[in-house]
T-cell receptor, first 111, second 115 residues
Framework: GENVEQHPSTLSVQEGDSAVIKCTYSDSASNYFPWYKQELGKGPQLIID?????GEKKDQRIAVTLNKTAKHFSLHITETQPEDSAVYFC??????????FGAGTTVTVRA | NAGVMQNPRHLVRRRGQEARLRCSPMKGHSHVYWYRQLPEEGLKFMVYLQKENIIDESGMPKERFSAEFPKEGPSILRIQQVVRGDSAAYFC?????????????FGEGSWLTVV
């Protein structure tokens, strides 16, 4: 099955700086890569996703890049704000529902 | 425009009891998925259901766990004879149909504690 590794496990950044989270996956057939933000006691919220026919996607302060050859993808958050503090999960799937999640990155934005 | 609704949000059960978790998908969604999140871990796929059909249960434990999505009413994840290791957050998600390009939306979760 698919194995997704996520790094780092914790990330502390100064407000206004950028945050980068990296994930690798094992199944070359994976073609869907969503990122989720989870706040304490809540469900995962989709923040951005990318499909294998696209190398990069951007939505305001959030961007995701995908390198299918190397089987890795990354989340970039620019101009971080305190409300960006949360746990972020990457996931990979060969279809759209059977997501394999990384272990999560706890992001803390210091004011 | 209600999202995916799960209840109860928190459930405490003694070892050996049964736990029933309910999920109502978003309006217009006919596909339901259940995921489990153990403490300090990512979510893990359990089962995919459509109305009256189990499509993929490859992530379900072989014993004590069952899921259904009846023609009327919410989807139910049932755990019989709960053990401490069942303590986790159980998330339901839904989508309008299963095809490429669809996004699945998660509910707020049901936190099960087995004492």
């Amino acid at each position: 099955g698919e194995n997704v590794e996520q790094h780092p496990s914790t990330l502390s950044v100064q407000e206004g700086d950028s945050a980068v989270i990296k994930c690798t996956y094992s199944d070359s057939a994976s073609n869907y890569f969503p990122w989720y933000k989870q706040e304490l006691g809540k469900g995962p919220q989709l923040i951005i996703d990318i499909r294998s026919n696209v190398g990069e996607k951007k939505d305001q302060r959030i961007a995701v890049t995908l390198n299918k050859t190397a089987k890795h993808f990354s989340l970039h958050i620019t101009e971080t704000q305190p409300e960006d503090s949360a746990v972020y999960f990457c996931a990979a799937a060969t279809n759209d529902y059977k997501l394999s999640f990384g272990a999560g990155t706890t992001v803390t934005v210091r004011a | 425009n209600a999202g995916v609704m799960q209840n109860p949000r928190h459930l405490v059960r003694r070892r050996g009891q049964e736990a029933r978790l309910r999920c109502s998908p978003m309006k217009g969604h006919s596909h339901v998925y259940w995921y489990r999140q153990l403490p300090e871990e990512g979510l893990k796929f359990m089962v995919y259901l459509q109305k009256e059909n189990i499509i993929d249960e490859s992530g379900m434990p072989k014993e004590r766990f069952s899921a259904e999505f009846p023609k009327e009413g919410p989807s139910i994840l049932r755990i019989q004879q709960v053990v401490r290791g069942d303590s986790a957050a159980y998330f339901c998600a839904s989508s309008p149909r299963q095809e490429a390009g669809n996004t699945i939306y998660f509910g707020e979760g049901s936190w099960l504690t087995v004492v």
